[in-house]
Structure formats: C-alpha cells, structure tokens
C-alpha cells in the first residue's frame, strides 16, 4: 500500500543526466512510497531498450546540430524531446505498480484545463485522436517505472525530421505521416505553459492517490552515485551497443511491434547476434539473442532451439511469431 508522495522536478535538460535520475529513483523508491519525476530533454531523440539507432534515427545528423542520441531502459519506440515537451515518470515497487491509476493523474491533469483527454490503446493518451502522449513500463523485478510524453508546445517539424520512421510501421498504425498522429496541447489550450503543467500534474498527484505530495530537492541527491549512472547512459557501448559484422539481417513487423535480427555467421555458426525491436515487452529479446549466437545459422535448428525457451505469460505470442518467421525465412 502506498502511504507517502513525493515528486521531483529537475530544471536539468542533459538527457544523460536525467536517465540517471531516473534510475537512481527506480533503485531507492521505497516500499511504501510513488515517486513523480518531472524532467525535460533538450534536442534529443530517446531510443527504447531494444532498437538499432542507425534505423531509428538520423544519426550523424542529429550529431551535427548538436542534439543526443540516448538509449532508455524501457522498450518501445523512438521518440524525440525538446523543450517544448515534458516527460513525466512514476516509480514503485511492484507490488504497488498500477498503471491505471498512474495514467489517472495524466489525464485528470490535463481535464483540468478543459481538454477532453483519453487512454488510447495500450500505451497511448489522445485528445480527439490525436496522441500527446505516449507511454512505455520497465521493471527490474522488484522496482518498476511508468514514463511517458507530454507534447505541449513541441516541434512538430523537429520530431519528424530527425526520426526514421519506416513505412510499414505507419501503415500498420493507419496513418500517413509521424505528424499526423500527435498533437500539441496548445492546440485545445492556446496559452498553456510547461509549467502549468507541471503544478497540474503535481495537483493532480495529490488528488488521485489522496496524499500530501513531499518535493525531493537536489540536495537530498548523491552526486557521485548520479555521476556514475551517468557515465553509463552516455557510454558508447550503451547508445549503440557492441559493435558486430553483420553477415545477415532480417526484418518484420507483427502487431506487438517490429523486430530485426542481426547475424554474424562465421563457418555457418551463428558468432554473434543482435536482436532488434521496438516492442515494450524488453527481457524477451535479449534471451533470444543469447540463445541463438553458437547455433547453426539453420531455420530449423534456430526455431526448434527456441521453442524450448520458457517465456512469461504476455510474452509467448512474440516468442511464437518469431520462430515462424525464422522458419519461414528458410536459412
């Protein structure tokens, strides 16, 4: 049971710091407590935990304007932040994860300016059918995190350009274009400021869990631990991870999300193998990545080899459209 509030706000717009506190947060949250972590980004296109940044984003690009390239702990897709968008994270332990009522504060924050909000598939929160928000979970087994968007006076121009978002992907959504299927809130709501938002979220907080939130300030905050956590989100082999020779790449998208798998083949021996994916679910992937490397580079051998994978209830659809795929790539 939750019995204490406390929320964070950081002025800070270093996405590798801001990661940083976000996990330390996901590793000190306590029993008993929900913490609301309020940040911002500054040009900086925020990749999920499992996808290849040369696909998701215009790499050298983003570099050469001065902008980040950061990985997140969290699955899901690619998304960009600047200034005119603020980020939001609810941390707790699992027995007190309950993203239904965390969503609640999203929503009854921006209701409270009039705007008609609403959840909208499983990660989601739209306003006329347009999303504003979107929404990604992670959880390290003990503690988890629900993080999400809000558009409020972003660059529409900017959170296209910079993203390499494939056709198949928008198609598959029904839409046309990146842009076509987010929104401003500024939109419904002309004069409304990032930091309005902010005292409504933090209101809000208050009013759905009915406790009196406790602001955390940065002096209640260890440098060194920050310091370190940083060093790792902003590390080379982090953002891009360990760099391989692909033999052999292969791609497809499924309702749950799209995944690529990458081979290094040496002797027809699977030497290394990456697995790319922009599905929330994260652990799944980076098994089946483990698996695969030291088999034959042979459908058959591969499938039958995962299909003996035990997997977590939620996660079994995935595991089975893989081995299919494979099977039908006919390696």
């Known amino acids: 049971m939750i019995r204490k509030i406390k929320y964070v706000i950081t002025k800070e717009t270093n996405p590798y710091k801001n990661l940083a506190l976000e996990a330390y947060l996901l590793n000190t949250v306590e029993e008993d407590e929900c913490i609301l972590y309020l940040w911002q980004n500054e040009r900086t296109v925020v990749i999920g935990k499992n996808q290849n940044p040369w696909r998701e984003c215009k790499v050298a690009e983003l570099e050469e304007a001065g902008g980040n390239l950061v990985r997140r702990l969290s699955g899901g897709g690619a998304v960009f932040h600047d200034l005119g968008n603020l980020n939001f994270t609810f941390l707790v332990t699992k027995n007190n994860y309950d993203v239904e009522r965390q969503l609640q504060v999203i929503l ?52 296209s ?63 060194q631990e920050l310091n370190k956590l940083e060093d790792k989100f902003s590390s080379w082999v982090w953002i891009y991870g360990k760099k391989i020779n692909f033999n052999y790449c292969a791609g497809r998208r499924f309702p749950w999300g799209g995944v690529e798998l990458a081979f290094e083949v040496e002797s027809g021996i699977v030497k290394d ?23 034959k580079f042979s459908s058959h051998e591969m499938a039958e080899d995962l299909s003996q994978v035990p997997v977590q209830e939620g996660t079994a659809g995935i595991l089975t459209d893989i081995i299919g795929f494979l099977r039908e790539e006919k390696l």
């Open 273 to 295: 193998c990456l697995v790319f994916s922009d599905s929330l679910e994260t652990e799944i992937f980076e098994r089946i990545a483990d698996r695969l490397c030291g088999l």
């Open 161 to 223: 350009h910079y993203l390499n978002v494939s056709r198949e992907k928008l198609v598959s959504k029904g839409v046309e274009s990146v842009r076509s299927r987010v929104t401003n809130l500024t939109e419904y709501c002309p004069d409304l400021s990032i930091d309005m938002v902010r005292g409504d979220l933090v209101k809000a907080f208050q009013e759905v869990y009915g406790l009196v939130p406790e602001q955390v300030g940065p002096s209640e905050l260890p440098i």
């Open 108 to 159: 009854e924050a921006v209701r409270q300016r009039g705007i008609p909000a609403e959840k909208t598939g499983r990660n989601d929160i739209s306003v006329e059918g347009k999303k504003f928000s979107g929404n990604a979970y992670f959880s390290d087994g003990l503690h988890c995190y629900h993080h999400g968007t809000i558009l409020v006076k972003a660059d529409m121009e900017m959170l």
